[in-house]
């Protein structure tokens, strides 16, 4: 399985900051996404990391609040800006060995922010 | 688009008993499923996965789940409980995100209790 390693674990947030969230994935992972649970809640998809450009966001989720970036293959950065209580969730670094529906998406252990 | 409903928010068990998870899907072509796992306070685990193969998929820790195509089911099943099952279960389909790679779709969850 693929290595997915994901910092901070955990944070405090004051409202109005902004968190970036650093995820490093072993190479066999070739796509990066981005994911939030809310809590009590399943799995959102935010966006698909691309290397080198800008990523791709799901419906709901746009570039001014969470900018994502991929410098390379095995690092993506996501910055939660300006943060308010509802921003309170646990978002996770996925990376998948390939495009397709078939292949795994591995995920790392997440990183839980609560926005005070 | 595609769809997966988890039947049971919360399924509890004895030690020892069997476990059933149950999953239906929405799709309009062959899907490929997943199980995830969820322990307290940890990241998602891949359980199993089916990819148009053979319906009855074998995964970790004794769980296997059966694709129904004709019943648009993927129940996640185990002959015997184990106290270290108890954890949040995910059922999972796989859709093609708008950055074009593999969208997984996640069923709201079943929370599994393991009773002495």
């Known amino acids: 399985s693929a290595v997915i390693s994901q910092k901070p674990s955990r944070d405090i947030c004051q409202r109005g900051t902004s968190l970036t969230i650093q995820c490093q994935v072993d190479s066999q992972v070739t796509m990066m996404f981005w994911y939030r649970q809310q809590p009590g809640q399943s799995l959102t998809l935010i966006a698909t990391a691309n290397q080198g450009s800008e990523a791709t966001y799901e419906s709901g989720f746009v570039i001014d609040k969470f900018p994502i970036s991929r410098p390379n293959l095995t690092f993506s950065t996501l910055t939660v800006s300006n943060m308010s209580p509802e921003d309170s969730s646990i978002y996770l670094c996925?990376?998948?060995?390939?495009?397709?529906?078939?292949?795994?998406?591995?995920f790392g252990e997440g990183s839980w922010l609560t926005v005070v | 688009a595609q769809s997966v409903t988890q039947l049971d928010s919360h399924v509890s068990v004895s030690e020892g008993t069997p476990v059933l998870l149950r999953c239906n899907y929405s799709s309009s072509y062959s899907p490929s499923l997943f199980w995830y796992v969820q322990h307290p306070n940890k990241g998602l685990q891949l359980l199993l996965k089916y990819t148009s193969a053979a319906t009855l998929v074998k995964g970790i820790n004794g769980f296997e789940a059966e694709f129904k195509k004709s019943e648009t089911s993927f129940h996640l099943t185990k002959p015997s409980a184990h106290m270290s099952d108890a954890a949040e279960y995910f059922c999972v389909v796989s859709d093609k995100g708008a950055g074009g790679g593999n969208k997984l779709t996640f069923g709201t969850g079943t929370q599994l209790k393991v009773e002495l």
């Open positions: 996925s990376g998948s060995t390939g495009p397709f529906s078939g292949n795994t998406i591995y």
